[in-house]
């Protein structure tokens, strides 16, 4: 039995990575940070970079005009290679504002052998308060799983579910290609968020940096901003090695 700490996740898995690199034809001295297949009608966004991230885990962040405090955790406990228990976890609080982000993940899971069964799928929520402590919004996301097992070869660690912000809601899910590859990523390349069937955001983890897609005003921006900090600010177990 062992209980592993996390690093921050890395620009793809180690299994990602191999798969990413023969899709393009290039060896280790040509890879570079893969980049998000942006969804449909996000042409026009301007990416923003969620800053000051690093490998920290308590710091201080910015994202446009906005900054905040956060902190996070992660860990897996494998029992004996044949199960393992994910947990992470992370804060946030905006300055001005004082909005606040908390969100927790859990999962556990059987893995025997290469195949992995979830026993209790991964299940991410978040609550977002403003700084008067009234409720601005909630994300849930659960794990996509077909018959008790994975939804499909290549992306294990799929996700969709919703953010509510009364009265808008939005879907959320996660997207596993990246540009330049017909392989789809194991982890989560980001993520897009949904209005009436129409992309009108969308977070990309693939790199070093996250960035952001999200609409330049309107009653979507706010809880958009929120979910997509609490995603690009946690420490995913699915997308970092123990």
């Not at 690093?54 to 900054?67: E, T, Y």
């Not at 195949?115 to 919004?137: H, M, N």
Request: glycine share 12%.
């Amino acid at each position: 039995m062992r209980d592993s700490k996390y690093t921050p996740r890395t620009t793809v898995t180690a299994t990602g990575l191999a798969a990413l690199m023969a899709a393009l034809g290039v060896g280790c001295a040509g890879v570079v940070s893969a980049q998000l297949a942006l969804p449909a009608g996000l042409e026009g966004l301007a990416a923003e970079p969620v800053q000051g991230i690093g490998g920290a885990q308590s710091g201080r962040f910015a994202l446009g005009d906005s900054s905040g405090r956060f902190e996070r955790s992660a860990s897996r406990l494998s029992v004996f290679e044949l199960a393992q228990q994910d947990r992470a976890a992370v804060r946030y609080t905006l300055d001005g504002d004082g909005t606040r982000g908390q969100c927790k993940l859990r999962g556990n899971a059987l893995t025997p052998g290469i195949a992995q069964f979830p026993v209790k799928p991964t299940a991410l929520d978040c609550d977002f308060a403003r700084g008067d402590g009234t409720v601005a919004a909630r994300l849930e996301l659960r794990a996509v799983t077909t018959a008790g097992m994975s939804a499909a070869a290549g992306t294990r660690d799929e996700r969709q579910g919703r953010l509510s912000a009364a009265p808008v809601v939005l879907e959320v899910r996660s997207i596993h290609r990246v540009q330049g590859s017909p392989l789809p990523l194991a982890a989560p390349a980001g993520y897009e968020f949904l209005h009436d069937g129409r992309a009108v955001a969308a977070l990309e983890l693939t790199g070093t940096t996250p960035r952001l897609w999200r609409p330049a005003d309107g009653p979507l921006r706010e809880p958009v901003t929120q979910a997509a900090l609490a995603l690009a600010l946690l420490w995913d177990p699915a997308g970092s090695e123990p």
